[in-house]
């Protein structure tokens, strides 16, 4: 019979996982008391929870969310990494930790769109511009044409009126 403890960690990791956008396991064995506290520092400046989990535990609760795959996050020892929302956010920031510290911790596998991938992708998503760049070079992207097709028809309008002026000034000079 599990313990009231159990089923509580359980619960409480059965929230994290189904809010999640992402689910990054990652190696922490060997990190000093300082290090690790550094690390959750880091990793809670870009808003996302982090957790030293009991495999079998996670597993369960991975399950009860309705995504028993996020469960293969977890092998050995393993800190899980929960990410909401943008999955760039908490990618940059446990690359940046991983790239900045040198020591033993580093990404496994990471769950992310319903499927569990190598522990690399993290440091290819922490490549990619953020949600707030993206839009705004599509907006970038939209407003160019727009931008060059007012210039043209502004200079064509301005020529226009030049021709206007300077055929209005011959006819006053001719009348004169």
Do not use: C, W
Not at 20 to 49: N, P, Q
Not at 115 to 137: C, D, F, K, N
Request: zero cysteines; charged letters at 25%; aromatic letters at 6%.
């Amino acid at each position: 019979m599990p313990t009231v403890k159990k089923q509580e960690t359980v619960a409480e990791l059965k929230a994290l996982v189904g809010r999640s956008s992402i689910v990054i396991g990652a190696e922490y064995r060997g990190l000093s008391v300082k290090e690790m506290t550094a690390l959750r520092r880091a990793l809670r400046d870009a808003d996302v929870e982090v957790r030293v989990v009991k495999n079998r535990l996670f597993q369960l609760a991975a399950e009860q969310a309705g995504v028993a795959v996020a469960g293969q996050v977890v092998e050995g020892p393993t800190l899980v990494v929960f990410g909401y929302g943008d999955i760039i956010a908490p990618a940059k920031a446990v690359a940046d930790y991983a790239r900045t510290a040198r020591n033993a911790f580093a990404p496994k596998k990471a769950y992310l769109d319903g499927a569990v991938h190598a522990g690399s992708i993290v440091g290819e998503l922490a490549a990619l511009p953020s949600r707030e760049q993206l839009i705004g070079q599509l907006a970038g992207a939209f407003v160019s044409p727009v931008q060059r097709l007012a210039t043209l028809l502004n200079d064509s309008i301005q020529s226009f009126a030049r021709l206007v002026d300077a055929r209005a000034e011959q006819l006053e000079s001719e009348a004169a």
